[in-house]
């Protein structure tokens, strides 16, 4: 998504008259399985009391129009108008393509203008297309009155960022704040959110480098599959088998096992070629300050790592200061 500085637009004509219908949606991090959860495997992922916050209304504009706010500064990050999706690989039209995706689901009566405020940092692994897409689609479908086709409209954007997805970030967006695993439950084996009952427990998270782009790295692991099914699938059912082993480590508050786990998950991380220098240098100064592990999280390519901090993130907040990068501690209950 776009991160350039655009002029505030001004309001449509009325648009501020009209009453607003208000959405929410959660940004995530994943814990352990990341990628090998688009092929199958369990993943255990964190919906955090963060994300976006949207409003929309009816516009006499032309077009429906979307505004992507920085809600923590008072600045627009994008702004753009549901058109149909041009073959431009920008982080504009990839935000341009994903409203029309979105729009098309609703085929609202007439153009809407929707805000959306982001609280988190985009394309850095913490869920930020699945949180717009949710807050959206669930203020677009409460002035609607469409509540059914929220689910299918946020499926319809995060095909557009994540080319195929697991639906892990779109659960999370869409959950109540906390810790769950995410896996196929018998005898359906449809998918679904399980919440895991754990002792609470203290993270540390940083970015380390800029995002890169999720359909682009997923697209990465494809093709090294491509390549090589039969190791790349071990390296998937490995992961796989490290979301289920953790589940019982974070449920009996087992850190120093749930920490090797995340040492464990990061090495195949680097193994399916989504790790970067700076993400690898950022776990290796966490775990030297004291961290009992850490691992990337999200697509990789760049974005965030997260350390296991039981003790408290202080050193690896600090460690991480002095090799430039900014991080935050946080608490949650299972
Ligand atoms: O980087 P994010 O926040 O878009 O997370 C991507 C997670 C993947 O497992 C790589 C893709 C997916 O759809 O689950």
């Given at each position: 998504?776009?991160?350039?500085?655009?002029p505030?637009?001004?309001?449509?004509d009325g648009a501020?008259?009209?009453?607003?219908?208000a959405?929410?949606?959660?940004?995530?991090?994943?814990?352990f399985?990341?990628?090998?959860?688009?092929?199958?495997?369990?993943?255990?992922?964190?919906?955090l009391p963060?994300?976006?916050?949207a409003?929309a209304?009816?516009s006499?504009?032309?077009?429906?129009?979307l505004?992507?706010?920085?809600?923590?500064?008072?600045?627009?990050?994008?702004?753009?108008?549901?058109?149909?999706?041009?073959?431009?690989?920008?982080?504009d039209?990839?935000l341009?393509a994903?409203?029309?995706?979105?729009?098309?689901?609703?085929?609202?009566?007439?153009?809407?203008?929707?805000?959306?405020?982001?609280?988190?940092?985009?394309?850095v692994g913490?869920?930020?297309?699945?949180?717009?897409a949710?807050?959206?689609?669930?203020?677009?479908?409460?002035?609607l009155?469409?509540?059914?086709?929220?689910?299918?409209?946020?499926?319809?954007?995060?095909?557009v960022?994540?080319?195929?997805?697991?639906?892990?970030?779109?659960?999370?967006?869409?959950?109540?704040?906390?810790?769950?695993?995410?896996?196929?439950?018998?005898?359906?084996?449809?998918?679904?959110?399980?919440?895991?009952k754990a002792?609470?427990?203290?993270?540390?998270?940083?970015q380390?480098?800029?995002?890169?782009?999720?359909?682009?790295?997923?697209e990465l692991?494809?093709?090294?599959?491509?390549?090589?099914?039969?190791?790349?699938?071990?390296?998937?059912?490995f992961?796989?088998?490290?979301?289920?082993?953790?589940?019982q480590?974070?449920?009996?508050?087992?850190?120093?096992?749930?920490?090797?786990?995340m040492?464990?998950?990061?090495?195949?991380?680097?193994?399916?070629?989504?790790?970067?220098?700076?993400?690898?240098?950022?776990?290796?100064?966490?775990r030297?300050?004291?961290?009992?592990?850490?691992?990337l999280?999200?697509?990789?390519?760049?974005?965030?790592v997260?350390?296991?901090?039981?003790?408290?993130?202080?050193?690896?907040?600090?460690?991480?200061?002095?090799?430039?990068?900014?991080g935050?501690?946080?608490h949650?209950?299972?």
């Amino acid at each position: 998504m776009a991160r350039r500085d655009l002029p505030i637009p001004p309001a449509q004509d009325g648009a501020d008259l009209e009453p607003a219908a208000a959405g929410r949606g959660r940004a995530k991090l994943i814990l352990f399985g990341e990628h090998a959860v688009v092929w199958g495997e369990p993943a255990v992922a964190i919906s955090l009391p963060v994300g976006a916050k949207a409003e929309a209304r009816f516009s006499v504009a032309p077009h429906s129009q979307l505004r992507l706010k920085d809600g923590r500064r008072d600045k627009i990050l994008a702004a753009v108008d549901a058109r149909p999706p041009s073959a431009e690989a920008s982080q504009d039209a990839a935000l341009q393509a994903a409203f029309y995706a979105l729009l098309g689901v609703f085929e609202p009566p007439s153009a809407l203008d929707v805000q959306v405020d982001l609280e988190i940092p985009t394309g850095v692994g913490m869920g930020s297309s699945a949180a717009l897409a949710v807050a959206a689609a669930r203020a677009i479908a409460q002035l609607l009155e469409r509540p059914d086709l929220v689910e299918e409209a946020v499926w319809a954007s995060e095909r557009v960022f994540h080319g195929n997805p697991s639906g892990l970030d779109q659960q999370m967006a869409s959950a109540r704040s906390g810790l769950y695993i995410w896996a196929r439950q018998q005898p359906e084996e449809t998918w679904a959110a399980r919440p895991l009952k754990a002792p609470p427990l203290t993270l540390a998270v940083c970015q380390a480098a800029p995002g890169a782009s999720t359909a682009q790295m997923v697209e990465l692991v494809a093709a090294k599959r491509a390549r090589e099914p039969a190791l790349v699938d071990q390296l998937h059912s490995f992961i796989g088998h490290i979301s289920r082993t953790a589940h019982q480590a974070l449920s009996q508050a087992d850190w120093a096992r749930a920490g090797e786990l995340m040492d464990l998950n990061h090495g195949a991380l680097v193994a399916l070629g989504v790790s970067t220098l700076q993400l690898d240098l950022a776990c290796h100064a966490a775990r030297s300050a004291g961290a009992l592990g850490a691992k990337l999280t999200g697509a990789g390519g760049g974005g965030c790592v997260v350390a296991l901090t039981p003790d408290g993130a202080g050193p690896v907040l600090e460690a991480w200061r002095q090799r430039g990068w900014s991080g935050f501690e946080f608490h949650i209950t299972g």
